[in-house]
């Protein structure tokens, strides 16, 4: 287990503030954020090269905070590789292993594992000039793992590389999680790699982190405002939450109502996935809530997936896949009728201007 | 629309492009005809007579010249090195207050006239009784002797020296000392693992530099040292000497000699990918 207690730490413009997180033994943790938010200097005040203003870090039960690097037995992978250029695949793996003055069987032995576990064993003997940004990552991440980490830290382990190798890296990071279950802190600003890789999310902004919860709560149960937009749950709206027998009912301020399944009452933010925005085949029976209709004000085509505006009262964005897309010619212009699951509707209290709550795993 | 494609356009431009890039490269030119200009001066002037005599009458001046040369800078450099990597290091890697006055003091050799150093030398040690301590102690003094010459090329070459050095150092990447301290490198195992293999071309290409602006010294020797003929003789002074007794062609060669050091010294050091600027 890895814990940071109201970890600070101002660096320039980016700074982290009272950052609180636990990370469980054999859980792979993605601290997901927008540039700026810090993510970094958290992942760097945990691997020791930067000693933090206040607060601490402890491995178990140890208290860390004081340690310098090498005593910390931590992977770092950061952001550009930092393979050692002077150094053929094959140092650089067993880099760590020579320092700590290993016999070379157990150098040769470790390399070869790790090699053939990440499927990179043809690249040993190879300069690091010649790699590919993937190989290069497959190599940082083998050298991070042959000293046996406590902790492996991965600071935007794939933004370096392409859209196709990055989907093809996440399964991979996943699977090697599984065989050899390290603690994991991978640290992203896309939340799809995020989905892809992540036991438990914590979500960072200014840094401050936001919310920590599993991959559902911060995708569906969005904390605030900003976690809700982060996520790309494009449907955020403002308004005043009454009980009902089923939960709430929230009046948006024109007349419209949204129900939700939520209880909650007082001024409220209603959040919708647009996935969770139903195009209906026609209009809808007499007695089913939450239903809308309005016409398509804009498409935009992401290729598997089309997302639509509709002018309704509220307006909502919802996400269609392309063959019923295409099959029900849902253009520009064209009427529908929307329906809003109220168990889709999820509803937290409205924030004060930059009054920010952390909500922890879903409570 | 047919498939014929129609002939280029006529550009209006190139013509105002093309003065722009004449006249800006013509002062380029200027520039560089006026370097050769001084070499081809020297090479016309200094004949080949000048050159033998250099090497049989002169033979055993022209010697100790190059020899005391080679023996002071090269001691010039080697201090120059161990006071100057560390301090390079420093200077790249350490957040440090007073940053600027640190970078002001380092500089400082390198901007002022270097005779100015020379003189205030010979103030430190003949002024303050040090060199009169060392005579007593060590039965070497360092004013107006040979043995004062690396000091004085010392003084200037170690300033160039740091810069350079810590161009070398500031072009590593510091992550991957993090990434070695990461995986069990103490400081000092970083920088003898890490920094320093991957420094080495900066850091050679840093030390001929400092090799370079040791042997060219000239001012500071003057006034340290002094120009005494076959004792604190180095080739600037060896120059300077045939200068002030009239033979000029004599100086010529010398200077001729030292071009050619100057010629060989740059295209090493831009070889090893030495930075464009010095500091």
Same mark, same amino acid.
């Given at each position: 287990?890895?814990?940071?207690?109201?970890?600070?730490?101002?660096?320039? *413009?980016?700074?982290?503030?009272?950052?609180?997180?636990?990370?469980?033994?054999?859980?792979?943790?993605?601290?997901?954020?927008?540039?700026?938010?810090?993510?970094?200097?958290?992942?760097?005040?945990?691997?020791?090269?930067?000693?933090?203003?206040?607060?601490?870090?402890?491995?178990?039960?140890?208290?860390?905070?004081?340690?310098?690097? !090498?005593?910390?037995?931590?992977?770092?992978?950061?952001?550009?590789?930092?393979?050692?250029?002077?150094?053929?695949?094959?140092?650089?793996?067993?880099?760590?292993?020579?320092?700590?003055?290993?016999?070379?069987?157990?150098?040769?032995?470790?390399?070869? !594992?790790?090699?053939?576990?990440?499927?990179?064993?043809?690249?040993?003997?190879?300069?690091?000039?010649?790699?590919?940004?993937?190989?290069?990552?497959?190599?940082?991440?083998?050298?991070?793992?042959?000293?046996?980490?406590?902790?492996?830290?991965?600071?935007?382990?794939?933004?370096?590389?392409?859209?196709?190798?990055?989907?093809?890296?996440?399964?991979?990071?996943?699977?090697?999680?599984?065989?050899?279950?390290?603690?994991?802190? /991978?640290?992203? /600003?896309?939340?799809?790699?995020?989905?892809?890789?992540?036991?438990?999310?914590?979500?960072?902004?200014?840094?401050?982190?936001?919310?920590?919860?599993?991959?559902?709560?911060?995708?569906?149960?969005?904390?605030?405002?900003?976690?809700?937009?982060?996520?790309?749950?494009?449907?955020?709206?403002?308004?005043?939450?009454?009980?009902?027998?089923?939960?709430?009912?929230?009046?948006?301020?024109?007349?419209?109502?949204?129900?939700?399944?939520?209880?909650?009452?007082?001024?409220?933010?209603?959040?919708?996935?647009?996935?969770?925005? !139903?195009?209906?085949?026609?209009?809808?029976?007499?007695?089913?809530?939450?239903?809308?209709?309005?016409?398509?004000?804009?498409?935009?085509?992401?290729?598997?997936?089309?997302?639509?505006?509709?002018?309704?009262?509220?307006?909502?964005?919802?996400?269609?896949?392309?063959?019923?897309?295409?099959?029900?010619?849902?253009?520009?212009?064209?009427?529908?009728?929307?329906?809003?699951?109220?168990?889709?509707? /999820?509803?937290?209290?409205? *924030?004060?201007?930059?009054?920010?709550?952390?909500?922890?795993?879903?409570? | 629309?047919?498939?014929?494609? =129609?002939?280029?356009?006529?550009?209006?431009?190139?013509?105002?492009?093309?003065?722009?890039?004449?006249?800006?490269?013509?002062?380029?030119?200027?520039?560089?005809?006026? @370097?050769?200009?001084?070499?081809?001066?020297?090479?016309?002037?200094?004949?080949?007579? #000048?050159? @033998?005599?250099?090497?049989?009458?002169?033979?055993?001046?022209?010697?100790?010249?190059?020899?005391?040369?080679?023996?002071?800078?090269?001691?010039?450099?080697?201090?120059?090195?161990?006071?100057?990597? =560390?301090?390079?290091?420093?200077?790249?890697?350490?957040?440090?207050?007073?940053?600027? @006055?640190?970078?002001?003091?380092?500089?400082?050799?390198? @901007?002022? =006239?270097?005779?100015?150093?020379?003189?205030?030398?010979?103030?430190?040690?003949?002024?303050?009784?040090?060199?009169?301590?060392?005579?007593? #102690?060590?039965?070497?003094?360092?004013?107006?002797?040979?043995?004062?010459? =690396?000091?004085?090329?010392?003084?200037?070459?170690?300033?160039?020296?740091?810069?350079?050095?810590?161009?070398?150092?500031?072009?590593?990447?510091?992550?991957?000392? #993090?990434?070695?301290?990461?995986?069990?490198?103490?400081?000092?195992?970083?920088?003898?693992?890490?920094?320093?293999?991957?420094?080495?071309?900066?850091?050679?290409?840093?030390?001929?530099?400092?090799?370079?602006?040791?042997?060219?010294?000239?001012?500071?020797?003057?006034?340290?040292?002094?120009?005494?003929?076959?004792?604190?003789?180095?080739?600037?002074?060896?120059?300077?000497?045939?200068?002030?007794?009239?033979?000029?062609?004599?100086?010529?060669?010398?200077?001729?000699?030292?071009?050619?050091?100057?010629?060989?010294?740059?295209?090493?050091?831009?070889?090893?990918?030495?930075?464009?600027?010095?500091?």
């Amino acid at each position: 287990m890895i814990r940071t207690v109201n970890l600070s730490k101002r660096l320039g *413009e980016f700074q982290l503030l009272e950052a609180s997180v636990t990370i469980e033994e054999g859980e792979y943790f993605v601290l997901l954020g927008p540039t700026g938010a810090g993510k970094t200097i958290f992942v760097e005040c945990i691997a020791g090269i930067y000693q933090p203003d206040g607060g601490s870090v402890l491995i178990g039960e140890e208290n860390v905070t004081h340690l310098r690097p !090498e005593e910390r037995r931590l992977g770092y992978v950061p952001q550009d590789y930092s393979l050692f250029p002077h150094l053929s695949v094959e140092q650089n793996i067993g880099f760590g292993l020579t320092v700590r003055r290993e016999s070379p069987a157990v150098i040769a032995e470790r390399t070869r !594992e790790l090699s053939d576990l990440l499927g990179i064993t043809p690249l040993l003997r190879r300069p690091i000039r010649t790699l590919s940004g993937g190989e290069r990552q497959r190599v940082a991440l083998a050298r991070a793992l042959a000293i046996r980490p406590r902790v492996l830290l991965l600071d935007e382990p794939l933004s370096a590389v392409d859209e196709q190798t990055r989907e093809a890296l996440c399964a991979e990071l996943r699977r090697i999680h599984e065989e050899l279950r390290t603690t994991t802190i /991978h640290v992203s /600003h896309n939340f799809e790699e995020t989905l892809a890789v992540a036991d438990r999310i914590g979500v960072i902004r200014g840094g401050v982190v936001q919310q920590i919860g599993s991959p559902d709560d911060i995708f569906r149960r969005p904390a605030n405002a900003f976690v809700a937009g982060f996520v790309r749950a494009d449907n955020i709206l403002s308004g005043v939450a009454s009980p009902t027998p089923e939960g709430a009912a929230v009046g948006l301020g024109n007349g419209a109502v949204v129900h939700s399944c939520r209880r909650l009452s007082g001024p409220v933010t209603l959040v919708v996935r647009p996935e969770d925005v !139903e195009v209906l085949g026609g209009p809808p029976g007499p007695d089913v809530r939450n239903c809308f209709a309005g016409a398509i004000r804009d498409t935009l085509d992401r290729g598997a997936t089309v997302k639509l505006w509709v002018e309704s009262e509220p307006a909502w964005a919802s996400l269609v896949l392309r063959p019923r897309w295409q099959a029900e010619g849902l253009r520009r212009g064209a009427r529908v009728w929307l329906r809003v699951p109220p168990e889709s509707v /999820h509803l937290f209290p409205a *924030e004060e201007a930059n009054g920010q709550e952390v909500v922890r795993d879903g409570a | 629309m047919s498939d014929q494609i =129609p002939p280029p356009r006529a550009s209006s431009a190139a013509t105002s492009e093309a003065l722009f890039r004449a006249v800006l490269l013509s002062f380029l030119l200027l520039f560089m005809a006026m @370097v050769f200009a001084l070499i081809i001066a020297d090479l016309r002037y200094g004949g080949p007579t #000048h050159w @033998v005599r250099a090497f049989t009458t002169d033979r055993e001046e022209t010697l100790f010249a190059i020899r005391l040369s080679l023996t002071t800078s090269v001691v010039a450099l080697i201090a120059s090195i161990i006071v100057g990597l =560390p301090s390079a290091y420093v200077l790249s890697r350490f957040r440090l207050p007073f940053a600027t @006055v640190i970078d002001t003091v380092i500089d400082l050799p390198i @901007v002022v =006239p270097p005779p100015v150093i020379g003189l205030s030398l010979l103030i430190l040690f003949s002024r303050s009784g040090l060199d009169r301590w060392l005579e007593d #102690h060590l039965g070497y003094g360092l004013v107006y002797q040979p043995w004062g010459i =690396p000091l004085a090329q010392f003084m200037v070459a170690a300033a160039f020296g740091t810069r350079a050095l810590k161009a070398a150092f500031d072009s590593i990447n510091p992550r991957l000392e #993090h990434v070695a301290r990461s995986l069990g490198c103490s400081a000092w195992q970083a920088f003898w693992r890490v920094s320093l293999p991957l420094a080495r071309n900066g850091l050679i290409a840093a030390a001929i530099m400092t090799w370079a602006r040791a042997i060219a010294e000239f001012g500071p020797i003057l006034f340290f040292s002094q120009a005494t003929r076959m004792r604190t003789e180095v080739l600037p002074i060896a120059m300077f000497l045939k200068w002030s007794s009239g033979d000029i062609e004599g100086g010529v060669v010398l200077a001729l000699l030292m071009i050619g050091i100057a010629a060989v010294t740059l295209v090493t050091f831009k070889k090893l990918g030495g930075k464009g600027y010095l500091w």
